[in-house]
């Protein structure tokens, strides 16, 4: 009974939250605030522990009045009120609005189903990794990483192709988010014989087999792998040196453009 509650209810359960509490994140970088001792960034943030537990990024007031209600009053009582005004004009009375309000909610349900599928599903499984730490954007570390944490469906044929939303490659997307959905299409072969070629596992499974992975996650059924602790160390240590030569190199760079344009 609960596995269909939050899979057509998940955006508002999960999603909505935790891409708040990012953008909540992003404020305080930019402010330079510091985050408060014992607080965790990565920490996922649900309606419930907002509820019973709180959070320290914001008050369940806060996500209600910011987030939520907005979207549940204009979208789904505002958006369609020209209806009452419809059914009084030809005698329908209020059947109309409520008729359009029951669809409304029918309607996100099945979009969240939609993108439970689309998207939850390719980033779940007893063969996706999971990580200790977090690493610098574009490392080597990061590209590693949505290869291991992320899933391709079938791809191949345009039909394919649209019926996914282009979601289907999501390896591709993760590594490149700017990138259009045929370049996506075109890098995908590339990918994937460079993971050959290295050993790296790339996995492409069919949306159904990648539904039922996910829901013995959410079941108990079957865990997510840990990247071995060893190799992930040190492959942020190797990022780490590599920022750094980069630095070195634009500084040096910079450098003799100065003492070029100081002999002239």
């Not at 419930?48 to 209600?69: A, D, K, W």
Request: glycine share 6%; charged share 20%; with cysteine.
């Amino acid at each position: 009974m609960v596995l269909p509650i939050l899979v057509t209810t998940w955006k508002w359960f999960y999603y909505a939250p935790n891409t708040y509490k990012e953008l909540k994140l992003a404020k305080w970088r930019k402010q330079g605030k510091k985050i408060p001792d014992g607080v965790v960034p990565s920490d996922a943030v649900t309606v419930r522990s907002l509820i019973f537990g709180g959070t320290p990024f914001y008050t369940f007031t806060e996500f209600f009045s910011v987030v939520i209600g907005p979207y549940l009053l204009i979208h789904f009582f505002l958006f369609p009120m020209p209806l009452l005004a419809i059914g009084e004009y030809m005698g329908t009375g209020h059947d109309m609005y409520i008729s359009a309000v029951k669809n409304l909610f029918l309607a996100e349900l099945l979009t969240n189903f939609h993108g439970f599928v689309a998207i939850v599903t390719n980033h779940a499984g007893d063969d996706m990794y999971r990580f200790r730490e977090g690493c610098r954007p574009y490392s080597g570390s990061f590209y590693l990483r949505q290869v291991l944490a992320s899933v391709d469906f079938w791809t191949g044929s345009d039909i394919n192709d649209f019926m996914h939303g282009y979601l289907n490659y999501q390896i591709e997307h993760h590594m490149w988010p700017s990138l259009s959905m045929l370049s996506y299409k075109r890098s995908q072969p590339l990918v994937k014989a460079l993971c050959a070629k290295h050993g790296v596992p790339y996995v492409q499974e069919n949306v159904f087999w990648r539904t039922k992975k996910t829901i013995d996650i959410m079941t108990g059924s079957a865990s997510m792998r840990w990247f071995p602790e060893e190799y992930e160390k040190k492959f942020l240590a190797r990022d780490a040196v590599v920022e750094l030569e980069k630095k070195n190199k634009k500084t040096t760079l910079l450098s003799d453009k100065a003492m070029e344009a100081v002999q002239e």
